[in-house]
């Protein structure tokens, strides 16, 4: 009886529940899925992973004229609602945790494409029953997770690590076809060649990767800003001086800095990495040459981080004497994989603004 009030539920109110999870899911994972290197985060997002090709392996088996079953067919249906729910809750994680690690602008297409994933998750309910959709979806989610699930294991990232994720997600794919092939051969082959569509999106991914596309997740922004000075106490904390900031301020392109002749100037970033994980980052300052229209590089700063503080890793670079015009500071990864930037416009003044101390 309840096993028929809930199928029935699910029928009639199908459409608005799917998309009341899909808004709903994203909101929840927004607040609670944190760091990445937490058991929590990996423990829900495993969970999506096995739900989602749990579904697959029980839709694999299943038979057409079983579809004719009142009883069956509302299963196979919860089936579906259940693979779309684990796909949904996995591409809204993967689209938080990617767009906190990088620059919006430098990873926009691949942001995209998680959003639209998101969205067509939602779309295109009918073409769920292809098994070859399915494959490919599960591919590309586990693919997805183990980009930064690997680099958080072994505690560095670089492009042979990257690889590496790849070729784990070819080999449990593998596996997992071999799975679908023991328990229902015949579908398999009436399902065709699964193979073409994974090598199409490992190419892809892979693209992107290499265009420096894909965000450097692990790795995130939780700070930044230019200061006129920076000083560290012993205690750990820094003590900073910025421009008293007015409501406009803050809907500026460009942070407006004014500096007299030969004054320095400060950036400071605090990002976040895994426990126990170590690389090297660079503050990259370029300013805008208006006759040629394109940025130039004045300074690639090499700085070290270590991972474990929820602020993030605090370090600075300081720029003595810039140039009146447009500036901007990238803090990038040894690839040139952008993790945040900081755009400013200098001025050249004679007597500083009012400024205020900040302790971070």
């Known amino acids: 009886m309840a096993f028929q009030i809930a199928t029935g539920f699910f029928e009639r109110y199908e459409k608005h529940i799917s998309s009341f999870a899909l808004v709903a899911g994203f909101v929840i994972?927004?607040?609670?899925?944190?760091?990445?290197?937490?058991?929590?985060?990996?423990?829900?997002?495993?969970?999506?992973?096995?739900?989602?090709?749990?579904?697959?392996?029980?839709?694999?088996?299943w038979k057409e004229e079983w579809l004719q079953r009142p009883v069956l067919g509302k299963v196979h249906a919860l089936l579906l609602i259940a693979m779309q729910f684990a796909f949904g809750g996995l591409f809204s994680a993967f689209l938080i945790f990617y767009s906190r690690s990088s620059s919006l602008i430098a990873s926009a297409p691949f942001l995209l494409l998680l959003f639209f994933i998101l969205i067509g998750n939602e779309l295109f309910k009918k073409q769920y029953i292809r098994l070859t959709v399915q494959i490919s979806i599960f591919f590309l989610v586990l693919y997805s997770y183990l980009i930064f699930t690997i680099p958080v294991l072994l505690g560095q990232m670089s492009w042979w690590i990257f690889l590496l994720s790849g070729a784990i997600s070819l080999v449990l794919i593998r596996v997992f076809i071999l799975l679908l092939r023991l328990v229902n051969p015949a579908k398999m082959i009436m399902a065709g060649n699964m193979f073409l569509p994974i090598i199409i999106i490992f190419v892809l991914i892979n693209g992107l990767y290499f265009l420096n596309i894909i965000p450097p997740i692990p790795l995130s922004l939780k700070d930044s800003g230019v200061y006129h000075s920076l000083t560290r106490t012993q205690d750990g904390s820094y003590v900073v001086e910025e421009e008293t900031k007015t409501f406009r301020d803050y809907f500026r392109m460009y942070e407006q800095v004014s500096l007299r002749a030969g004054d320095s100037l400060f950036a400071f970033t605090s990002i976040f990495a895994p426990t126990n994980f170590e690389t090297d980052i660079y503050h990259v300052w370029e300013q805008y040459?208006?006759?040629?229209?394109?940025?130039?590089?004045?300074?690639?700063?090499?700085?070290?981080?270590?991972?474990?503080?929820?602020?993030?890793?605090?370090?600075?670079?300081?720029?003595?004497?810039?140039?009146?015009?447009?500036?901007?500071?990238?803090?990038?990864?040894?690839?040139?994989?952008?993790?945040?930037?900081i755009n400013i416009s200098v001025e050249r003044v004679s007597e500083l603004p009012s400024l205020e101390v900040i302790t971070k």
């Open 29 to 61: 994972d927004s607040f609670t899925l944190q760091r990445i290197d937490l058991l929590f985060e990996n423990i829900v997002l495993l969970s999506y992973i096995v739900i989602a090709g749990t579904c697959i392996l029980f839709l694999s088996l």
């Open 289 to 341: 040459n208006r006759k040629s229209e394109e940025w130039e590089e004045t300074n690639r700063i090499r700085l070290p981080i270590v991972g474990g503080r929820d602020g993030g890793y605090r370090t600075f670079s300081v720029k003595q004497n810039p140039g009146m015009g447009l500036w901007r500071v990238s803090a990038v990864t040894a690839r040139g994989q952008v993790i945040g930037r």
